[in-house]
């Protein structure tokens, strides 16, 4: 059962984590990117793509285009048709895009399963990410912290 | 306007991005996390933080628990309160929120603005992804391809 989510705005949050999911956190948008990223460019392409009603695909992309993480310029075979191209924003989304996929491939396939992955465009092996600090240090996943919104301290 | 959007089941899906966004594709259930990475741990400490309705915040913690993203352990000071703790696979999800953030705080911020950022907890600065190849080479934005799931070329 799926209960219907209420939506709070979350566009002013001071958490750049929450501010990020207010614009990118259904994930029809990610999808959408995530099909941008791999050469889709035509409404029809992510329709097929993503199996979506017509309706929640204009929306999305409309959104996606309002925020300016897709952009719409002239159909590449020259005819009359509009496509859409993630801009430096959009393109920016990559690292989300490859850790959803890293942790996605870690934890939700048996072995074996057959299974699609962000690659790189040159070696065609799958991606990763790494997170580091300010300057450039590798970080242990135990060393993350998210500071309180609030600046509250947790209770511990 | 926010339509209702109809959700599909992608937890077969073979693409790993879609897989994880089945399952963490909600925003509720990354700020959970993002959450429980800052040190929370109780039912009221997460709805005080959120603002959630008890009953949302009651079926995304259970549907948290249920994929082992969470777990739920005796209260610290020994009263009969259960908490929830990230497990491995939950913490494994710090890099999405690390992206997410760092993209937060690259493009929905104006400059000067306050804001909340996943943080090393030694120094306490600003944490970033950095997506490497297999072999641990940095990999530029611009390489990033997402195959397609359904093995298809796209268009271009």
């Known amino acids: 059962m ?4 209420k939506r709070t705005r979350m566009d002013d949050d001071v958490c750049a984590v ?10 029809w948008s990610l999808l959408i990117v995530r ?17 979506a009603a017509k309706n929640i695909l204009t929306v999305r992309l409309k959104a996606l285009t309002a925020q300016g993480i897709l952009e719409q310029v002239p159909a590449s075979d020259g005819s009359a048709y509009l ?14 895009i490859v850790a959803l996929g890293q942790w996605g491939d870690s934890f939700l396939f048996e072995p074996g399963e057959a299974r699609s992955l ?9 991606l990763k990410v790494q ?9 242990g996943l135990d060393q993350v912290v998210v500071t309180r919104p609030d600046g ?5």
């Open 83 to 96: 496509e859409y191209v993630v801009t430096e924003k959009g393109r920016a989304l990559a690292p989300v």
């Open 131 to 139: 997170i580091q600090a300010a300057d450039g240090r590798d970080v």
């Open 118 to 126: 962000p690659v790189d465009a040159q070696s065609r092996r799958p």
């Open 35 to 51: 099909d941008a990223l791999s050469g889709l460019r035509r409404f029809g392409e992510f329709q097929r793509s993503l199996g």
């Open 152 to 156: 509250l301290a947790p209770a511990a």
């Open 18 to 27: 929450a501010r990020a999911l207010d614009i990118i956190g259904d994930w």
């Open 2 to 5: 799926e209960l219907t989510l």
